[in-house]
């Protein structure tokens, strides 16, 4: 696997960690009551999801430049 590919793999794994821990601390809140905590950690956990797919999707682009399509 390339260098590329691999560190598009890591950081979309690292992003993908970040919004799972958001979405729990949301749950949290929200279960707490407080709503403006939960929706604020909710947004955050989005865009982490965002980035992480982002990043897997330029791993697949690496892999297609190190390979060819098949």
Known sequence: MSKKAAEH?????????????????AAKHHEGGHHEK???HAHSAFGHASHARGHAEEAARAHVEEHGKK
């Open 9 to 25: 793999h890591r950081k979309a794994s690292e992003h993908a960690t970040h919004a799972a821990r958001h979405h729990g601390e």
């Open 38 to 40: 939960a929706a604020h």
